[in-house]
């Protein structure tokens, strides 16, 4: 008998992170993601130390997410990978290879935006979990990107806002450095934040015009506030840490929800679902959901799996696009920044 299910291998390799994942029509059969401890040492992502991990993790990656899933790599019905936005050498890997795989198995090739796919990874299909109905409304946070996103259906989207300058995730790791957290600092943040008083500090909210966002002045206004009360006390951090978190995270979020608000408002749609890495804070997850009873909008928010980087969210989009057989040829190639 002839089995008639789509398989789907998809490669994430726009950052730090490689993630390969199988999927079987909008089932999620394997997730597997390489992490690279090197970072931490530096503070940060270094590019070109990224992009040789990529290199070494990509078919152990691979092969684990195959047999997790249970198939060959000659049942798979078509290649997704990330073709953008992110770092041009991690990129390349992911490219390189799923353009090798889908040349050798003769099955086609599918380039997904890396934004696009934390937007549909919602449409993942979990039993716990119910899809938004378009339109609805996307707010796609990470350390890279701030939007509000008109999602009108799987390919039609329109940006409401987005970020001027620094994105909300730069201002969570920018605060983290400045408290001396290792990288990466916003999961600890956010544990800190669970403990102390939000109002303990006022920061003002920086006032950007329509929908879109600005998080430079924040940063610099938290960096200027701990150097001056370290002055007058160099325990401060230390005294105050629990509060400072908790406070720097009541204005982020204050700030996301503001502009969410202002977006419902506008376009009349109260669906609203999450996305990206800086979704995975508990304090944003909180405040979207109390938000369901408070403002009468219906919530959607991800699997912690499916909101930072990872493969399952490109291989959805790579379903959906299969079906419309929105395929790339082999000159496609890979974008450090690339379109919505």
């Known amino acids: 008998m002839t089995d008639t299910n789509t398989y789907i291998l998809a490669i994430e390799s726009s950052c730090d992170d490689t993630g390969a994942a199988v999927l079987c029509n909008d089932t999620v059969l394997s997730n597997e993601v390489a992490k690279q401890e090197i970072h931490e040492i530096y503070g940060g992502v270094i590019p070109e130390l990224a992009s040789r991990a990529h290199q070494q993790n990509i078919v152990p990656v691979i092969d684990v997410a195959l047999k997790k899933a249970g198939i060959t790599k000659n049942q798979l019905s078509a290649i997704a990978f990330t073709q953008g936005p992110g770092l041009m050498g991690s990129l390349l ?23 696009h796919a934390h937007i549909l ?12 109905e378009f339109p609805f409304l996307a707010l ?29 995730g730069e201002a969570f790791d920018k605060t983290a ?52 009360n370290q002055k007058e006390n160099p325990d401060f951090i230390q005294e105050n840490l629990n509060d400072i978190c908790a406070s720097v995270q009541n ?10 608000k202002m977006a419902v408002e506008e376009t009349g749609i109260h669906q609203v ?5 800086v979704s995975a804070n508990s304090g944003i997850r909180k405040t979207l959901k109390e938000a369901e009873t408070k403002y009468g909008w219906k919530t959607f928010i991800p699997k912690f799996e499916y909101t930072t980087d990872n493969a399952a969210m490109i291989g ?11 395929f790339s040829n082999q000159e496609v190639v890979s974008k450090a920044r690339i379109p919505f």
């Open 121 to 132: 990874a919602h449409f993942i299909d979990e039993e716990s979990y119910s899809k938004p």
């Open 93 to 115: 890997v992911g490219s390189s290879f799923a353009k090798s795989l889908s040349m050798a198995l003769n099955i086609p090739l599918i380039a997904v935006n890396h934004m």
């Open 140 to 168: 796609t946070i990470s350390g890279g990107h701030t939007q509000i996103v008109k999602v009108i259906s799987f390919f039609e989207m329109e940006i409401l806002g987005e970020t001027t300058d620094d994105a909300v």
């Open 251 to 260: 204005t982020i979020i204050t700030i996301l929800l503001d502009k969410l």
């Open 316 to 326: 959805i989009v790579g379903y959906y696009k299969f079906l419309e057989k929105h």
């Open 177 to 228: 450095k400045i408290l001396g957290f290792p990288y990466p600092g916003g999961p600890l943040i956010d544990k800190h934040a669970a403990l102390g008083n939000p109002k303990a500090f006022a920061f003002t909210k920086p006032k950007v015009p329509g929908l879109n966002f600005s998080f430079s002045g924040l940063k610099t206004q938290i960096m200027y506030f701990i150097q001056k």
């Open 273 to 277: 679902a999450i996305g990206g890495g």
